[in-house]
Nanobody, 125 residues
Framework: QVQLVESGGGLVQAGGSLRLSCAAS????????MGWYRQPPGKERELVAKISTGGTTTYADSVKGRFTISRDNAKNTEYLQMNSLKPEDTAVYYC???????????????????WGRGTLVTVSS
């Protein structure tokens, strides 16, 4: 089982910046894609950004040009740099990682998603 722990959430004024971190532990060798989802108050969870093992990134249209996702594979950690924050970015942000199952030194499909517990980001106007 992969364990994910987020940090870096908090309260910030509109236009400000925050950096979220997500540290993975246990069976990290089989992790592939990592990313961030968010769930605004009263709304469904939505993809914010994701990054492959090789560094290919995907962003939601609403955050393009403002958010940057990155990862440090040696540290099993991913980051979400959030700039020019808006009140509509207020949400609980969840880290996720896709990982196959480690069996006798190999990574065996299918992959499954693992989730962190979430960190609250509040952007005041």
């Amino acid at each position: 089982q992969v364990q994910l722990v987020e940090s870096g959430g908090g309260l910030v004024q509109a236009g400000g910046s925050l950096r979220l971190s997500c540290a993975a532990s246990r069976n990290t060798r089989c992790i592939s894609t990592m990313g961030w989802y968010r769930q605004p108050p009263g709304k469904e969870r939505e993809l914010v950004a994701k990054i492959s093992t090789g560094g290919t990134t995907t962003y939601a249209d609403s955050v393009k040009g403002r958010f940057t996702i990155s990862r440090d594979n040696a540290k099993n950690t991913e980051y979400l740099q959030m700039n020019s924050l808006k009140p509509e970015d207020t949400a609980v942000y969840y880290c996720y990682a896709d990982a196959e199952r480690p069996v006798q030194g190999m990574c065996v499909m299918p992959a499954r998603a693992y989730w962190g517990r979430g960190t609250l980001v509040t952007v005041s106007s």
